[in-house]
């Protein structure tokens, strides 16, 4: 049984510049949330989608958006990229929204220049 | 919003010793408390949670008590292990909400 996968595993942008990040949960998992996890800190929440729905936000400016498809994969987009977007992008997984038994993917180390 | 606090931030230990790692929140909703463990460049791994009706949670060398009263939850690990180096992370969650996250602990087990 797979478990979360994301891609890419890794990816540099310039300042500026768009960014697409993907993530597929468990199977039979039907929400997903993005976390953020800048070096020497614990992950901060971004968003979470459950049923293709937006259930959560956190305190991200408006560049961050994201969407969960109807096979429950999910897409994080980031414009505008900034020096400081540069960090670990986590994708969680768990069978029902909240904050119940997420399991984290690899994740996408984004560096932007 | 809830707020997760976390110590210490390091913590170094002989093996074979104990370690504790103590985290205090401030949402007196918050009924959902997982630990992960973080080793270095890999993805957070949900090592124990305990819910807001039970005091204690064991599992092999590992616990998890939960204080709701003072509001903070305390990861135990007896009989450390090199392997048992990493970063853990304590979080909370309100049900609907998903998880805060403390800012961890580096834990530095040695032989």
């Known amino acids: 049984d797979a478990g979360v996968t994301q891609s890419p595993t890794h990816l540099i942008k310039t300042r500026g510049q768009q960014v697409t990040l993907r993530c597929s949960p468990i199977?039979?998992?039907?929400?997903v949330s993005w976390y953020q996890q800048v070096l020497g800190q614990g992950p901060q929440f971004i968003f979470q989608?459950?049923?293709?729905?937006?259930?959560g936000r956190g305190n991200f400016p408006d560049r961050f958006s994201a969407r969960q498809f109807p096979n429950y994969s999910s897409e994080l987009n980031v414009n505008a990229l900034l020096l400081g977007d540069s960090a670990l992008y986590l994708c969680?997984?768990?069978?029902?929204?909240?904050?119940?038994?997420?399991?984290f993917g690899p994740g996408t180390r984004l560096t932007v220049t | 919003g809830e707020n997760v606090e976390q110590h210490p931030s390091t913590l170094s230990v002989q093996e074979g010793d104990s370690a504790v790692i103590k985290c205090t929140y401030s949402?007196?909703?918050?009924?959902?408390f997982p630990w992960y463990k973080q080793e270095l460049g890999k993805r957070p791994q949900l090592i124990i949670d305990?819910?807001?009706?039970?005091g204690e949670k064991k599992d092999q060398r590992i616990a998890v008590t939960l204080n709701k009263t003072a509001k903070h939850f305390s990861l135990h690990i007896t009989e450390t292990q090199p392997e048992d180096s990493a970063v853990y992370f304590c979080?909370?969650?309100?049900?609907?909400?998903?998880?805060?996250f403390g800012k961890g602990t580096m834990l530095l087990v040695s032989p």
């Open positions: 199977s039979g998992h039907k929400s």
């Open positions: 979080a909370a969650s309100s049900g609907y909400s998903t998880l805060t």
């Open positions: 949402d007196s909703a918050s009924n959902y």
């Open positions: 989608y459950y049923e293709k729905e937006e259930r």
């Open positions: 305990i819910r807001s009706n039970v």
């Open positions: 969680a997984s768990s069978l029902i929204a909240g904050g119940d038994e997420q399991y």
